[in-house]
C-alpha cells in the first residue's frame, strides 16, 4: 500500500497560496512531514484527511482516489489533528466505545474488545474510567492515537503530537508511533527537528508550500557535510554578521552567542568546521541555502 500525492495545489479566497504542486509518494512506515508553522503542513494534512478540497491534484491511497471516494478514504484513515476535540466529561473507556459505534463496530462485545485492547495499547487502561478532562497533556495525546487507530487505519495522520509535551510522555509517544509504523503508513507533520530524527525512516522538507526536498535523513543531513561553519561572536555583532554571512542559526551557548552559517568553504579562519546534524540541515534547506537539487527526482 502507498499513498501517492500527485500535483497538489492549494490557495485560500485571501490569496494564500499554501500548497504549490506538491508531489510525494509514501510507503508503508514513519514518514516525516518537517517544516516551519505556516509552511503549509496543515493545509496538507487535511486535504489529505479529506478535511478540505485541493484546487487541483490528486490523492491516492492504494488504488482509491480521494476526490472520487472521500468515504473509503476515510474509512481506512486515522486523524490526530494538532487541535484534538475530546467531550472531557466521558471516560476514555466511555468515548473510545462511542467512537467505535460511529466506525461501525455494531456489537457490543466486539467495541468492548477493542476499547480494551486500543487502552491497553496505549497504556491508558488503569485509568479508563477516569474522565478525560482529568488527563495530562500526553495521555490526551496518547488517548487520540487510540481513537485514530479504531478501524485498524492503513492511513494515520498525526499533526503537531508533541508540542508541549514533557520529555517522559514524548517518550511514550515515540514508542507508539514506531510500533504503528511496522502495520501502517503514518505521516508525522511536525515543525520540531528531534521528532523526525528519532522516528522517521524517510522525509521531506517543506517551505511556502512546496516540497523543498524529500529523502531520508540520512541523505539531507550529508548533502550539508562539510559546510557548515561555527563562530562565537559578542552580542553586539550579530546584526553585522547576519548581513555578511549566510547565518543559518544562532545559539546561546553558556550565556555566549555562536552563529552558524553556510558555504563551501569558511569564511574565514576565525570559523570552526561543525559535524552536522538534522537541525543545521533543515535550517540550511529552509533558509534556500543548501543545493537539493540531486533530490529533485523524489518532489
Not at 506538491?22 to 489529505?48: D, E, H, P, V, Y
Not at 481506512?76 to 475530546?86: I, N, S
Not at 457490543?108 to 491508558?124: G, I, P, Q, S
Not at 503537531?160 to 503514518?186: C, H, K, V
Request: aromatic share 8%.
Amino acid at each position: 500500500m502507498k499513498l501517492t500525492i500527485q500535483n497538489l495545489s492549494k490557495t485560500y479566497a485571501n490569496g494564500v497560496q499554501a500548497l504549490q504542486n506538491i508531489n510525494l509518494t509514501i510507503g508503508r512506515g514513519m514518514f516525516g512531514l518537517l517544516g516551519q508553522n505556516g509552511a503549509g503542513k496543515s493545509t496538507l494534512m487535511r486535504t489529505l484527511a479529506t478535511l478540505q478540497d485541493a484546487d487541483q491534484g490528486q490523492i491516492f491511497l492504494g488504488d482509491i482516489e480521494a476526490t472520487r471516494e472521500p468515504e473509503k478514504i476515510r474509512r481506512t484513515l486515522g486523524y490526530l489533528p494538532q487541535e484534538f476535540g475530546v467531550y472531557d466529561s466521558m471516560s476514555a473507556e466511555e468515548m473510545l466505545d462511542y467512537i467505535s459505534r460511529i466506525k461501525g463496530v455494531v456489537k457490543k462485545a466486539e467495541r468492548k474488545a477493542l476499547v480494551e485492547y486500543l487502552l491497553h495499547r496505549v497504556n491508558l487502561f488503569e485509568v479508563r474510567k477516569k474522565s478525560l478532562n482529568s488527563y495530562s497533556g500526553g495521555m490526551k495525546q496518547r488517548f487520540g492515537i487510540a481513537q485514530a487507530l479504531v478501524g485498524k487505519p492503513e492511513l494515520i495522520i498525526v499533526d503537531e503530537p508533541t508540542a508541549g509535551l514533557d520529555p517522559e510522555e514524548r517518550t511514550r509517544f515515540y514508542n507508539i508511533l514506531s510500533e504503528l509504523g511496522e502495520e501502517s503508513i503514518i505521516i508525522l507533520s511536525t515543525h520540531i527537528v528531534e521528532d523526525v530524527t528519532s522516528l522517521c525512516a524517510d522525509m521531506a522538507i517543506i517551505g511556502n508550500g512546496q516540497v523543498l526536498v524529500h529523502a531520508t535523513p540520512r541523505e539531507i543531513i550529508k548533502a550539508v557535510e562539510g559546510k557548515i561553519w561555527a563562530k562565537g561572536i559578542g552580542r553586539g555583532d550579530l546584526d553585522a554578521c547576519k548581513d555578511t554571512f549566510p547565518v543559518i542559526s544562532i545559539h546561546i551557548e553558556q550565556g555566549k552567542t555562536r552563529i552558524l552559517v553556510y558555504g563551501d568553504t569558511a569564511p574565514d579562519d576565525s570559523f570552526e568546521a561543525k559535524s552536522p546534524d538534522m537541525g543545521d540541515a533543515y535550517f540550511a534547506v529552509i533558509r534556500g541555502y543548501a543545493d537539493m537539487s540531486k533530490f529533485s527526482a523524489n518532489i
